[in-house]
């Protein structure tokens, strides 16, 4: 009996990785899959090169990265138009997720030798006679395993922000979409004269298994908290550092002081853009009582205009297999008193899913303790700010959120236990390369973009130099009582309570 393959299902034969739309079925492309062997050969010849890129220095990566950001803007469209071939992506949000992926490659070449060239640091009183000096040396190779539903900005997240600070890296694309992941590869390759400096291994999640025990200096991991959990186990074999972003389930909180209009748009973009399959997606709303029924009509207007197609502003599901846990999610809301006000069972139309809006959801039920990752929403009425804010940090995730009001809104952002949050608006924090991305707790850890992000991929290089001899030696056993004295006098003058 042949098997039979929902389309956007990767499927290997006789070797090859193929791709496929997840719409229609249509091939992308067939890649070659890369076993242990060939994930060795590619870390051979990415050691070869690394001493090459390293050795341009700040200036001379800058400049690539720089050509590199130039193509990707002058190509845009081709590399949309494949956003949408591959992953069913509509084009209009495939062109923003580029537009951010280039901000953030402008940003980390500009900015890598600031944050990561030698630089003086102070010395203290007791150590006066050394000289402190700090710089972050590259770790040689990177790995950077991406996901599929952000194929461009996240894996650029990491993979730009590593070349920056002077490593090679490997990237191992997301089967879903490997296309884009060899596109990418492709153009930086051409620019650099056909050195390793970027390399792309293809294939399933042995593919990524072999990368991370292939001797990388530090894997970049984005995906689930499971896979993340796999991760981290394979590198901990090496003691291998990992950087893991590990989605989230973020709430938005809408404070009776909100500009409800303004709530309600950027809630139904945060919610369904890329039909939900966002790691810092607005899955979760929290609004104060007063304003709930006035936020859910503004949220409900909205939404049920949003078109639903292979070209429509909600694309079809991407991961065939995630379309059963959106159902599961949504019956199980229903079951459990929740109720629909737009969409529900009949929106899963593999492979697309209908914007489903649900109020009255039970905390405990699937569609509110776990990452759905698909166009649902639960709304749920909250006594006040106190509330809301409880109930956002009752899961074990912490990735991201959004906080609309006035008078309270900076102070309940600080409250979120997240490592982002966007007052009056959504998301907003992946598209600004100048702060740090990334979660706590099953989130995961580690940041990418900013000077944190840049910082991810150096090892902090402490030296001191000696540039006097010692008044008080205490780092030698040629000092005597007398000078253990005046240090012990020293101390308690610089230190005693004042």
Same mark, same amino acid.
Request: glycine share 12%.
């Given at each position: 009996m042949?098997?039979v393959?929902?389309?956007g299902?990767?499927?290997?034969?006789?070797?090859e990785?193929?791709?496929?739309?997840?719409a229609g079925?249509?091939?992308?492309g067939?890649?070659?899959?890369?076993?242990?062997?060939?994930?060795?050969?590619?870390?051979?010849r990415a050691?070869a090169?690394a001493?090459?890129?390293?050795a341009l220095?700040h200036?001379g990566?800058?400049?690539?990265l720089?050509?590199?950001?130039?193509?990707?803007?002058?190509?845009?469209?081709?590399?949309?138009?494949?956003?949408h071939?591959?992953?069913g992506?509509?084009?209009?949000?495939?062109t923003?997720?580029?537009?951010s992926a280039?901000?953030?490659?402008?940003?980390?070449a500009?900015?890598?030798?600031?944050?990561?060239?030698?630089?003086r640091?102070?010395?203290?009183m007791?150590?006066?006679?050394?000289?402190?000096h700090l710089e972050?040396q590259p770790?040689?190779?990177?790995g950077v395993i991406g996901?599929?539903?952000y194929p461009?900005?996240t894996p650029?997240g990491?993979?730009?922000?590593?070349l920056a600070?002077?490593?090679?890296?490997?990237f191992?694309?997301?089967?879903? !979409?490997?296309?884009?992941?060899?596109w990418?590869?492709?153009?930086?390759t051409?620019?650099?004269?056909?050195?390793?400096?970027?390399?792309?291994?293809?294939?399933?999640?042995?593919?990524?298994?072999?990368?991370?025990?292939?001797?990388?200096?530090?894997?970049?991991f984005?995906?689930?908290?499971?896979?993340?959990?796999?991760?981290?186990?394979?590198?901990a074999?090496t003691?291998?550092?990992?950087?893991?972003?590990?989605?989230?389930k973020?709430?938005?909180?809408?404070?009776?002081?909100?500009?409800l209009?303004?709530?309600?748009?950027?809630?139904?973009?945060?919610?369904?853009?890329n039909?939900?399959?966002?790691?810092?997606g607005?899955e979760r709303?929290?609004?104060?009582a007063?304003?709930?029924?006035?936020?859910? !009509?503004?949220?409900v207007?909205?939404a049920?205009?949003?078109?639903v197609g292979?070209?429509?502003?909600?694309?079809?599901?991407?991961m065939?297999?995630?379309?059963?846990?959106?159902?599961r999610?949504?019956?199980?809301?229903?079951?459990r008193?929740?109720?629909a006000?737009?969409?529900?069972?009949?929106?899963v139309?593999p492979?697309?899913?209908?914007? !489903?809006?649900?109020?009255?959801?039970?905390?405990?039920?699937?569609a509110?303790?776990?990452?759905?990752?698909g166009p649902?929403?639960?709304?749920?009425?909250?006594?006040?700010?106190d509330?809301a804010?409880?109930r956002?940090?009752?899961?074990p995730y912490?990735?991201?959120g959004s906080?609309?009001?006035?008078?309270?809104?900076?102070?309940?952002?600080r409250?979120?236990?997240?490592?982002?949050t966007?007052?009056?608006s959504?998301?907003?924090?992946a598209?600004?390369?100048?702060?740090?991305?990334?979660g706590?707790?099953?989130?995961?850890f580690g940041?990418?973009?900013?000077?944190?992000?840049?910082?991810?991929?150096?090892?902090?290089?402490?030296?001191?130099?000696?540039?006097?001899?010692?008044?008080?030696?205490?780092?030698?056993?040629?000092? !005597?009582?007398?000078q253990v004295?005046?240090?012990v006098?020293?101390?308690?003058?610089?230190?005693r309570?004042?």
């Amino acid at each position: 009996m042949t098997a039979v393959h929902l389309p956007g299902t990767p499927v290997v034969e006789r070797g090859e990785l193929i791709s496929t739309n997840p719409a229609g079925g249509q091939e992308v492309g067939r890649f070659p899959v890369a076993g242990p062997a060939e994930v060795g050969q590619a870390l051979t010849r990415a050691h070869a090169t690394a001493d090459w890129w390293a050795a341009l220095g700040h200036a001379g990566r800058r400049q690539y990265l720089l050509k590199w950001r130039s193509l990707l803007a002058t190509r845009i469209d081709e590399l949309a138009g494949l956003c949408h071939a591959e992953g069913g992506k509509p084009v209009a949000d495939a062109t923003i997720e580029i537009v951010s992926a280039i901000e953030h490659v402008d940003w980390a070449a500009r900015n890598a030798r600031r944050v990561l060239g030698p630089r003086r640091v102070r010395s203290r009183m007791l150590v006066a006679e050394f000289s402190a000096h700090l710089e972050y040396q590259p770790y040689g190779v990177v790995g950077v395993i991406g996901p599929w539903n952000y194929p461009v900005l996240t894996p650029l997240g990491s993979m730009a922000y590593a070349l920056a600070a002077g490593n090679v890296v490997v990237f191992k694309p997301s089967e879903y !979409t490997p296309a884009i992941g060899q596109w990418l590869v492709d153009t930086f390759t051409e620019l650099v004269g056909g050195r390793p400096v970027l390399q792309v291994v293809h294939g399933l999640g042995d593919t990524g298994a072999a990368l991370c025990l292939a001797g990388v200096g530090k894997i970049a991991f984005t995906g689930s908290p499971v896979t993340a959990r796999k991760v981290m186990a394979e590198c901990a074999q090496t003691l291998t550092p990992v950087l893991l972003e590990a989605g989230g389930k973020d709430a938005m909180i809408v404070d009776s002081d909100a500009d409800l209009d303004a709530a309600a748009e950027s809630c139904v973009w945060g919610a369904f853009t890329n039909a939900g399959q966002t790691c810092i997606g607005i899955e979760r709303v929290y609004a104060v009582a007063e304003v709930h029924d006035a936020f859910v !009509t503004k949220v409900v207007e909205r939404a049920q205009r949003l078109s639903v197609g292979a070209d429509g502003e909600i694309g079809p599901i991407t991961m065939p297999s995630q379309v059963e846990v959106i159902r599961r999610h949504i019956d199980d809301a229903l079951a459990r008193g929740g109720k629909a006000l737009l969409g529900g069972p009949e929106a899963v139309q593999p492979p697309f899913v209908s914007p !489903t809006v649900l109020v009255d959801v039970p905390e405990d039920s699937d569609a509110v303790r776990h990452e759905t990752f698909g166009p649902t929403l639960v709304i749920n009425k909250v006594r006040d700010v106190d509330e809301a804010v409880e109930r956002a940090n009752a899961l074990p995730y912490g990735l991201g959120g959004s906080v609309f009001g006035r008078r309270r809104a900076m102070a309940t952002a600080r409250r979120l236990r997240s490592g982002m949050t966007a007052v009056n608006s959504t998301l907003s924090f992946a598209g600004m390369s100048t702060l740090p991305f990334g979660g706590v707790g099953e989130s995961g850890f580690g940041r990418v973009h900013g000077d944190d992000g840049l910082r991810e991929f150096g090892r902090a290089k402490a030296i001191t130099r000696r540039r006097a001899p010692s008044p008080m030696p205490a780092m030698t056993f040629e000092r !005597t009582p007398a000078q253990v004295a005046r240090i012990v006098r020293a101390v308690k003058l610089l230190y005693r309570g004042r």
